[in-house]
């Protein structure tokens, strides 16, 4: 299985400060198979990006993604007080597998 | 829009089995692709499977193959997740989760709302 390591475990940013979040793979994956999700307490977790770099229906243009081979990332542009979550990715390359998940705090 | 909405909580003694249901509404079943993705409290997702219907056949990580059947009643618009012989680690939240096509190679544009199964004697 492609293993996914996400980091940091947790990363505290400011309202209106850049977060980035990074899921390294332990083999290289289509860049057509990497989506991003957000979970809120007691949510389910909710599409924010597929296809490694396209925002899904509804999603703020302040979320974006990008990478390719075994290196990818999320990046909140202006973090908003509603963005604190936690955030996994996923690869739909080589079956499914998720990563550990980074949590986003505001300071 | 399509809406999930799963059953309730259950808890179940070591050994037992459990079946958790997923009814769909605003599509009909079977134009979707059903996967089902579990998470122990405090932990990450792990994908368990996808119910494919055009073949009928489910696709299965190794870890849960011989112990977790997916099934469907296009009647009723619902799906099921059984896991027999449940120990303590399966306690998690299940999740159903609908994949974008039609092929188990997926992301997730829908999710149902969780159903929480705790094993504990």
């Known amino acids: 299985d492609i293993v996914l390591t996400q980091s940091p475990g947790t990363l505290s940013v400011s309202p209106g400060e850049r977060a980035t979040l990074s899921c390294g793979a332990t083999?290289?994956?289509?860049?057509?198979?990497v989506a991003w999700y957000q979970q809120k307490p007691g949510q389910a977790p909710r599409l924010l990006i597929y296809g490694a770099s396209r925002r899904a229906t509804g999603i703020p243009d302040r979320f974006s993604g990008s990478g390719s081979g075994t290196d990818f990332t999320l990046t909140i542009s202006r973090l908003e007080p509603e963005d604190s979550a936690l955030y996994y990715c996923q690869q739909y390359d080589v079956s499914l597998t998720f990563g550990g998940g980074t949590k986003v705090e505001i300071k | 829009q399509i809406q999930l909405v799963q059953s309730g909580a259950e808890v179940k003694k070591p050994g037992a089995s459990v079946k958790v249901s997923c009814k769909v509404s605003g599509y009909t079943l079977t134009e979707l692709s059903m996967h089902w993705v579990r998470q122990a409290p405090g932990k990450g997702l792990e994908w368990m499977g996808n119910?494919?219907?055009?073949?009928?056949?489910?696709v299965y990580p190794q870890k849960f193959q011989g112990r977790v059947t997916m099934t469907e009643d296009t009647s009723t618009d619902t799906a099921y997740l059984e896991v027999r012989s449940l120990r303590s680690d399966d306690t998690a939240m299940y999740y159903c989760?609908?994949?974008?096509?039609?092929?188990?190679?997926?992301?997730?544009?829908?999710w149902g709302q969780g159903t929480l199964v705790t094993v504990s004697s």
């Open positions: 119910f494919d219907p055009d073949s009928g056949e489910t």
């Open positions: 083999q290289s994956i289509s860049s057509y198979s």
């Open positions: 989760a609908v994949g974008h096509s039609t092929s188990f190679l997926d992301f997730f544009d829908y």
